[in-house]
Nanobody
């Protein structure tokens, strides 16, 4: 499975962006996650979604501001990011694992996209 992340860019604090992650094949049986890596820091968990979309998980710092969703017919997962803050500046990566439910652990994912850069700055 190949993943292609897109939708990053420059946004002002308080603004919104929607990231997309398109898969080359069917991912309807797999969980997906979003991670981010700020300059000089480790790759951190952001959000994950189960194969059906019924279960979602978020890191505490984005709860209420970010929403993960998926469209299995399009083999695509989305990350809607609202009320962005400068600390959200990072490269955002999507990933999938051959399990039905997501994980917060980086090592639990099998396939990764190339990342899309998000810069939150005025």
């Amino acid at each position: 499975v190949q993943l292609q992340a897109s939708g990053g860019g420059l946004v002002q604090p308080g603004g919104s962006l929607r990231l997309s992650c398109a898969a080359s094949g069917s991912i309807s049986s797999y969980a997906l996650g979003w991670f981010r890596q700020a300059p000089g820091k480790e790759r951190d968990f952001v959000a994950a979604i189960s194969y059906s979309g019924d279960s979602t998980y978020y890191t505490n710092s984005v709860k209420g501001r970010f929403t993960i969703s998926r469209d299995n017919a399009k083999n695509t997962v989305y990350l809607q990011m609202n009320s962005l803050i400068p600390e959200g500046t990072a490269v955002y990566y999507c990933a999938t694992r051959k399990k039905m439910y997501g994980s917060r652990r980086y090592a639990d994912y099998d396939y990764w996209g190339q990342g899309t850069k998000v810069t939150v700055s005025s």
